[in-house]
């Protein structure tokens, strides 16, 4: 197999970005002097609560925004996309139902028959180097008909926790104003994208795999970056990364990927790319925008070209309102969530006012050090780690 297996994802993110700045890597999409461009107005707007972006045209007939119902007592509505909100978890089991689940669209929803959509897979990469318009192509009844494996995961937006930049450091930083509640761990269900890779006809060359969303294309500072699309390392493409087409039992609903989308685990959300239809396989380093220009840290202490956006740090929550307050002289049970980009959880400590003390964690979500708590049968990648998240009380 390729020499370049890395399953961490702030390890491939240098070494891509190195690459592309050096000209060594390639996305035919866009060109590097637009990249440069649209990296550039980032930075500008680094102190800009704005988000320099508009959504291309979409399809004739397809509706915008966000299809399913926001009940304001569990999500809010954020530019576009949807935050859940944490009170709406109390008492709920350790998976986020799909009713509540937090919403990332970069233009908006589509709207998908099952029955024509297809995975198109092409790439030098791949056996005989497929081409895009004469692809490997599987259908939907085609993926069901594969060995399923169901993976907790959890996903969570690049930007959670965006809004606490202006509130807590005086220094607003542009994109959805999110406060924590951009993440959620799901029942995922589907077929290990290392399974189609081999059935399409991998090589022993290939280096990196980047899928591409059906959702419309995306303009920001002027420039048309073409659809949502990331790269993966083949190491961790191999690994844990699943092709899904259910989630919490039932098939996937349209804001969350349908028909199938896919889910990375421990990288942040934007390399789960949903509503997927095609995945080049390249022998040759590939970048889009949402890993050279995009997805990347622009402002003071950082490189000119942006520092990486990856591995999430450890974050916690309470499953409380933002503005509750809590009766004095009562005893009350606190409940809450705590997750990491890195690793599972091992302890959790709260403070309220005498001092910190041990949390008790749901024993039922600790079990093994895979993404959400996966049990049994699967291994840890050798580096990087999974996301671990935690109920506690």
Same mark, same amino acid.
């Not at 098939?251 to 995945?279: C, E, T």
């Given at each position: 197999?390729?020499?370049?297996?890395?399953?961490? @994802?702030?390890?491939?993110?240098?070494?891509?970005?190195?690459?592309?700045?050096?000209?060594?890597?390639?996305?035919?999409?866009?060109? /590097?002097? +637009?990249?440069?461009?649209?990296?550039?107005?980032?930075?500008?707007?680094?102190?800009?609560?704005?988000?320099?972006?508009?959504?291309?045209?979409?399809?004739?007939?397809?509706?915008?925004?966000?299809?399913?119902?926001?009940?304001?007592?569990?999500?809010?509505?954020?530019?576009? !996309?949807?935050?859940?909100?944490? #009170?709406?978890?109390?008492?709920?089991?350790?998976?986020?139902?799909?009713?509540? %689940? %937090?919403?990332?669209?970069?233009?908006?929803?589509?709207?998908?028959?099952?029955?024509?959509?297809?995975? *198109?897979?092409?790439?030098?990469?791949?056996?005989?180097?497929?081409? /895009?318009?004469?692809?490997? +192509?599987?259908?939907?009844?085609?993926?069901?008909?594969?060995?399923?494996? +169901?993976?907790?995961?959890?996903? +969570?937006?690049?930007? !959670?926790?965006?809004?606490?930049?202006?509130?807590?450091?005086?220094?607003?930083?542009?994109?959805?104003?999110?406060?924590?509640?951009?993440?959620?761990?799901?029942?995922?269900?589907?077929?290990?994208?290392?399974?189609?890779?081999?059935?399409?006809?991998?090589?022993?060359?290939?280096?990196?795999?980047?899928? #591409?969303?059906?959702?419309?294309?995306?303009?920001?500072?002027?420039?048309?970056?073409?659809?949502?699309?990331?790269?993966?390392?083949?190491?961790?493409?191999?690994?844990?990364?699943?092709?899904?087409? #259910?989630?919490?039992?039932?098939?996937?609903?349209?804001?969350?990927? %349908?028909?199938?989308?896919?889910?990375?685990?421990?990288?942040?959300?934007?390399?789960?790319?949903?509503?997927?239809?095609?995945? @080049?396989?390249?022998?040759?380093?590939?970048?889009?925008?949402?890993?050279?220009?995009?997805?990347?840290?622009?402002?003071?202490? /950082?490189?000119?070209?942006?520092?990486?956006?990856?591995?999430?740090?450890?974050?916690?929550?309470?499953?409380?309102?933002?503005?509750?307050?809590?009766?004095?002289?009562? @005893?009350?049970?606190?409940?809450? *969530?705590?997750?990491?980009?890195?690793?599972?959880?091992?302890?959790?400590?709260?403070?309220?006012?005498?001092?910190?003390?041990?949390?008790?964690?749901?024993?039922?979500? /600790?079990?093994?050090?895979?993404?959400?708590?996966?049990?049994?049968?699967?291994?840890?990648?050798?580096?990087?780690?999974?996301?671990?998240?935690?109920?506690?009380?």
């Amino acid at each position: 197999m390729s020499t370049v297996v890395s399953y961490d @994802e702030a390890d491939h993110d240098a070494r891509r970005a190195r690459q592309w700045l050096a000209g060594q890597a390639r996305d035919p999409g866009v060109s /590097r002097a +637009e990249l440069i461009a649209v990296g550039t107005a980032m930075s500008a707007l680094a102190t800009d609560t704005r988000e320099p972006v508009t959504p291309a045209t979409g399809p004739v007939g397809v509706p915008p925004g966000i299809v399913k119902p926001l009940d304001p007592a569990q999500l809010t509505p954020r530019e576009g !996309n949807a935050e859940m909100r944490w #009170e709406a978890m109390a008492g709920q089991g350790y998976v986020v139902p799909n009713d509540r %689940f %937090f919403v990332r669209n970069h233009t908006h929803t589509p709207r998908i028959d099952a029955d024509t959509w297809r995975l *198109r897979l092409h790439g030098d990469g791949l056996r005989d180097a497929p081409t /895009r318009d004469a692809p490997v +192509e599987f259908g939907y009844a085609d993926l069901r008909a594969l060995p399923a494996v +169901e993976l907790p995961a959890l996903v +969570e937006c690049a930007g !959670n926790g965006r809004h606490f930049f202006a509130s807590q450091q005086d220094t607003p930083a542009a994109g959805v104003q999110w406060r924590l509640g951009g993440v959620g761990v799901a029942r995922w269900r589907g077929v290990p994208l290392a399974t189609v890779l081999r059935h399409a006809g991998l090589t022993p060359d290939a280096v990196d795999v980047m899928p #591409e969303g059906l959702d419309p294309p995306y303009v920001t500072g002027g420039v048309d970056l073409g659809r949502v699309r990331r790269p993966l390392p083949i190491g961790k493409a191999l690994d844990d990364v699943l092709l899904a087409y #259910e989630m919490n039992g039932a098939p996937l609903p349209p804001d969350h990927g %349908f028909p199938v989308r896919v889910v990375v685990p421990g990288w942040i959300g934007i390399s789960s790319i949903k509503w997927v239809g095609a995945i @080049e396989v390249s022998t040759v380093a590939l970048f889009s925008p949402w890993n050279t220009s995009l997805y990347r840290m622009f402002g003071p202490g /950082r490189p000119v070209d942006g520092g990486p956006a990856d591995t999430q740090s450890v974050k916690s929550a309470f499953e409380l309102p933002w503005d509750a307050r809590l009766a004095a002289g009562v @005893e009350t049970t606190l409940t809450g *969530r705590s997750w990491s980009g890195a690793g599972p959880i091992d302890r959790v400590e709260v403070d309220t006012g005498d001092g910190w003390q041990p949390a008790t964690l749901v024993g039922a979500d /600790r079990a093994g050090p895979g993404s959400g708590g996966r049990r049994g049968g699967v291994r840890r990648p050798p580096a990087g780690g999974r996301c671990g998240p935690a109920r506690w009380t």
